[in-house]
């Protein structure tokens, strides 16, 4: 019996599921949007959602400027910043590749664009409730393949 076993398996071993969600959570926050199937889009919410929670947990330390601080608090907002930027890179890939419309492609920084773009968009949002809501499941239709449902999980624009 699988009583108080959170998470589904997807029939892969854990490596292999770990890889799966890395790739899915770093696509994410490349495009912000992406389409997959629905059980991966409920499993990569609740792992999309602790990264840019822990993002959060800076709160004002996240967009203060640091030249502006006395140096003795300037280290400590360095350090706490780092901290968190290298808990959320050991699991998000630290570049991702983006095309973009002429053919040509660019590098992106995936744990800069969760720290500088994504997260302080929700800043006010965490000073109201406990955390949470970043991302979107929308359902689609069943994939013409497999007939596997399908849904769209993308992280919502600023409020």
Not at 9 to 32: G, I, P, Q, T, Y
Not at 114 to 133: C, S, V, Y
């Amino acid at each position: 019996m699988r009583h108080k076993k959170s998470g589904r398996k997807f029939n892969r071993d854990s490596s292999h599921r770990r890889a799966m969600f890395r790739n899915l959570a770093a696509n994410l926050v490349l495009h912000e949007r992406i389409e997959t199937t629905d059980a991966k889009a409920r499993e990569l919410r609740s792992i999309a959602e602790r990264l840019i929670t822990r993002a959060l947990r800076l709160g004002q330390e996240l967009t203060v400027d640091v030249g502006r601080l006395d140096p003795k608090e300037a280290k400590r907002v360095i350090a706490s910043r780092v901290h968190a930027q290298r808990l959320v890179a050991s699991f998000l890939p630290r570049t991702g590749t983006i095309t973009k419309p002429d053919g040509s492609s660019e590098q992106v920084d995936l744990v800069h664009k969760l720290f500088h773009d994504i997260a302080p968009r929700f800043l006010a949002r965490t000073l109201e409730n406990k955390g949470g809501g970043y991302t979107r499941v929308v359902k689609l239709t069943e994939r013409r393949g497999d007939n596997a449902p399908m849904a769209i999980i993308e992280i919502l624009p600023a409020a």
